[in-house]
């Protein structure tokens, strides 16, 4: 059973800077696809980045762009594996609850990495306040 737990969320700044980390277990991963969701109150959940845990290669919705930085780390020594979000000169608009996500498929187009359904696996977020 694949676990999702995320963390580092918190009341920031605009202009500031937060790392949520999304610790995985359960599978072996090198084949998944991992992504970042948000949601803002009255909002449809929408899709942040995305990274493959083959190559690392990522994906950034355009808000984000230049701003956003996901990354992964392997298990080592019985510590989860992890991806992180890096956000950095953060917005007030960037205020949401954000999730992490892990679909078994490796992604490579952005029609499959933004779309919430093609992930089987979500945690239950973590959340991101901008004050302006």
């Known amino acids: 059973q694949v676990q999702l737990v995320e963390s580092g969320g918190g009341l920031v700044q605009a202009g500031g800077s937060l790392r949520l980390s999304c610790a995985a277990s359960?599978?072996?991963?090198?084949?998944?696809?991992m992504a970042w969701f948000c949601q803002a109150p009255g909002k449809e959940r929408e899709f942040v980045g995305g990274?493959?845990?083959?190559?690392?290669?990522?994906?950034?919705?355009?808000s984000v762009k230049g701003r956003f930085t996901i990354s992964r780390d392997n298990a080592k020594n019985n510590a989860k594996n992890t991806v992180y979000l890096q956000m950095n000169n953060l917005k007030p608009e960037d205020t949401a609850v954000y999730y992490c996500?892990?679909?078994?498929?490796?992604?490579?187009?952005?029609?499959?990495?933004?779309?919430?359904?093609?992930?089987?696996?979500w945690g239950q977020g973590t959340q991101v306040t901008v004050s302006s």
């Open positions: 996500a892990a679909s078994d498929r490796t992604y490579y187009y952005a029609r499959n990495y933004k779309v919430a359904s093609k992930y089987d696996y």
């Open positions: 990274i493959r845990w083959s190559d690392g290669g990522t994906y950034y919705a355009d």
């Open positions: 359960g599978r072996t991963f090198s084949g998944y696809t």
